[in-house]
């Protein structure tokens, strides 16, 4: 293919690099001249492994130049490739003038050329950058229509400083944000040598996974770092201790707790959080992402009384309070002190549970229920009926699949507030409202 690939930086040396090794004609394009000539002469921009050698192959088989003339690049090109910086401003937010800029400069080039023409960006932009930036700074310099007469999808990219050339061509996944499927269906003609997974998704899902993947690998050196320095503090390896965690494939490096839902609760989590930052602060060990955690959890209890109390209802029913779907446990379940709050601003609630039947309990949870909340005992129906008859709005409170044939129940007027996806597929109906879908 002939690809114009734009902004000689990081991504875009080790694209255009990587892109021509692979036989396509390409050509870099910068407002950089030192790039540009360095380019020209054969040699790479950055420090990057292999690419150096790459470049230079490349350069002299006459595949890949470089430009600063944007309309040259655009017209000898059916595909271009945007990969210019998106920094930060000061105050933290993104900074698009790059990204405005060069929509303008493709937008100008494409008024004068004829036939389809695919615009693919892989610069990291926020949900909402391309609808709202990109496609109309493109249609309004070109005078085209997106769609119609050029096509345009986000594909973000995953690749690591360092190892750019590896990830190049082993990603950890190749995922394309896109309105149909044309753009796609041609940047996928660019892997077919590839073997990664591949997502074809919506393109602001596509611009939210970028910053998702970005924001979870942070979260997780500061996650490490901090049991480091607490292991440290107390005489312990920290790696160690962190080498064992991630041994476990099952609960810890895997997909568990990693779906949006409602808050975690039971007898350990929260108990056990609370007793580590202790020991840091008691230690005078810094830990503010661990401490973070249980204040996280508070925010998300607050979320779903706001989602549930702005249906405008007097009368709820909650289908599923203990902390999770399986257990009679009780104990520091969020679903609890939502109901406890409904209660005390005056809500008429019904609330019901499989697991938590008064009738069939003994011992320890029987004597929390009477003892502990029994103002919650006497709230309790031993039906979903009973609660589907109560309520305006249903709350769905654990992932029990006793609920699920309920959502076709709906009747007219009465709402479901989802705290945990069991309905997700439903999200954009009127009558159901997800807390994080
Ligand atoms: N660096 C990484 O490891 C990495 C990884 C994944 C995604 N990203 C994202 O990719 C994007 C690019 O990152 P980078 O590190 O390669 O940036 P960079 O700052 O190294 O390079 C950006 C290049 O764009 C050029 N440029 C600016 N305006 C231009 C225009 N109008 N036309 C053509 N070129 C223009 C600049 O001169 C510069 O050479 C950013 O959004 C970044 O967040 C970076």
Redesign the pocket.
């Given at each position: 293919m002939n690809i114009s690939v734009?902004?000689?930086?990081?991504?875009?040396a080790v694209s255009a690099g990587c892109l021509a090794h692979d036989g396509h004609s390409v050509i870099g394009?910068?407002?950089?001249r030192t790039?540009v000539d360095l380019l020209n002469e054969g040699r790479s921009p950055i420090i990057e492994g292999e690419i150096g050698t790459m470049i230079e192959k490349s350069v002299s088989s006459g595949r890949l130049r470089a430009t600063s003339d944007v309309q040259e690049a655009v017209s000898q090109t059916e595909l271009c490739v945007i990969?210019?910086?998106?920094p930060s401003q000061i105050n933290g937010n993104l900074d698009l003038t790059?990204v405005r800029?060069?929509c303008e400069?493709i937008g100008a080039a494409l008024r004068e050329r004829s036939g389809y023409y695919i615009v693919a960006v892989?610069?990291?932009m926020l949900p909402g950058t391309m609808r709202d930036v990109v496609i109309p700074f493109l249609e309004r310099s070109s005078g085209k229509i997106t769609g119609q007469d050029f096509g345009v999808c986000i594909h973000p990219?995953?690749?690591?400083?360092g190892t750019a050339v590896a990830d190049f061509y082993q990603p950890p996944k190749i995922v394309i944000g896109e309105d149909g499927t044309r753009c796609g269906d041609l940047i996928m003609r660019l892997y077919e040598n590839l073997h990664a997974p591949v997502v074809r998704t919506a393109i602001e899902v596509a611009e939210m996974v970028k910053y998702a993947d970005n924001a979870w690998h942070a979260v997780k050196v500061g996650f490490a770092n901090e049991i480091g320095a607490l292991s440290k503090a107390v005489g312990i390896d920290g790696q160690k201790v962190m080498q064992i965690l991630c041994q476990d494939l099952k609960l810890n490096l895997s997909a568990h707790y990693l779906s949006p839902g409602f808050a975690f609760g039971g007898s350990c989590l929260p108990k056990d959080v609370r007793a580590l930052s202790y020991r840091a602060r008691s230690l005078d060990v810094k830990v503010p992402l661990l401490d973070a955690v249980l204040p996280s959890n508070e925010v998300q209890i607050e979320r779903g009384l706001r989602l549930i109390t702005s249906q405008g209802h007097k009368k709820i029913g909650v289908l599923g309070f203990s902390f999770k779907v399986g257990t009679d446990d009780l104990r520091e379940s969020p679903m609890v002190e939502v109901i406890e709050r409904l209660l005390g601003k005056g809500y008429e609630l019904k609330v019901y549970d499989r697991n938590v039947d008064l009738a069939k309990l003994m011992g320890a949870n029987r004597d929390y229920i009477l003892n502990h909340i029994p103002h919650i005992a006497r709230l309790m129906v031993r039906s979903v009926d009973e609660v589907l008859t109560h309520a305006e709005t249903v709350v769905i409170g654990n992932r029990d699949r006793e609920f699920q044939p309920f959502l076709d129940r709906i009747r007219p007027g009465q709402v479901v507030v989802d705290l945990v996806g069991i309905g997700s597929s439903r999200s954009g109906e009127g009558s159901y409202h997800g807390i994080g879908w």
């Amino acid at each position: 293919m002939n690809i114009s690939v734009f902004g000689m930086g990081y991504v875009g040396a080790v694209s255009a690099g990587c892109l021509a090794h692979d036989g396509h004609s390409v050509i870099g394009v910068d407002p950089n001249r030192t790039k540009v000539d360095l380019l020209n002469e054969g040699r790479s921009p950055i420090i990057e492994g292999e690419i150096g050698t790459m470049i230079e192959k490349s350069v002299s088989s006459g595949r890949l130049r470089a430009t600063s003339d944007v309309q040259e690049a655009v017209s000898q090109t059916e595909l271009c490739v945007i990969c210019v910086g998106t920094p930060s401003q000061i105050n933290g937010n993104l900074d698009l003038t790059y990204v405005r800029r060069v929509c303008e400069e493709i937008g100008a080039a494409l008024r004068e050329r004829s036939g389809y023409y695919i615009v693919a960006v892989r610069s990291t932009m926020l949900p909402g950058t391309m609808r709202d930036v990109v496609i109309p700074f493109l249609e309004r310099s070109s005078g085209k229509i997106t769609g119609q007469d050029f096509g345009v999808c986000i594909h973000p990219e995953f690749l690591r400083e360092g190892t750019a050339v590896a990830d190049f061509y082993q990603p950890p996944k190749i995922v394309i944000g896109e309105d149909g499927t044309r753009c796609g269906d041609l940047i996928m003609r660019l892997y077919e040598n590839l073997h990664a997974p591949v997502v074809r998704t919506a393109i602001e899902v596509a611009e939210m996974v970028k910053y998702a993947d970005n924001a979870w690998h942070a979260v997780k050196v500061g996650f490490a770092n901090e049991i480091g320095a607490l292991s440290k503090a107390v005489g312990i390896d920290g790696q160690k201790v962190m080498q064992i965690l991630c041994q476990d494939l099952k609960l810890n490096l895997s997909a568990h707790y990693l779906s949006p839902g409602f808050a975690f609760g039971g007898s350990c989590l929260p108990k056990d959080v609370r007793a580590l930052s202790y020991r840091a602060r008691s230690l005078d060990v810094k830990v503010p992402l661990l401490d973070a955690v249980l204040p996280s959890n508070e925010v998300q209890i607050e979320r779903g009384l706001r989602l549930i109390t702005s249906q405008g209802h007097k009368k709820i029913g909650v289908l599923g309070f203990s902390f999770k779907v399986g257990t009679d446990d009780l104990r520091e379940s969020p679903m609890v002190e939502v109901i406890e709050r409904l209660l005390g601003k005056g809500y008429e609630l019904k609330v019901y549970d499989r697991n938590v039947d008064l009738a069939k309990l003994m011992g320890a949870n029987r004597d929390y229920i009477l003892n502990h909340i029994p103002h919650i005992a006497r709230l309790m129906v031993r039906s979903v009926d009973e609660v589907l008859t109560h309520a305006e709005t249903v709350v769905i409170g654990n992932r029990d699949r006793e609920f699920q044939p309920f959502l076709d129940r709906i009747r007219p007027g009465q709402v479901v507030v989802d705290l945990v996806g069991i309905g997700s597929s439903r999200s954009g109906e009127g009558s159901y409202h997800g807390i994080g879908w």
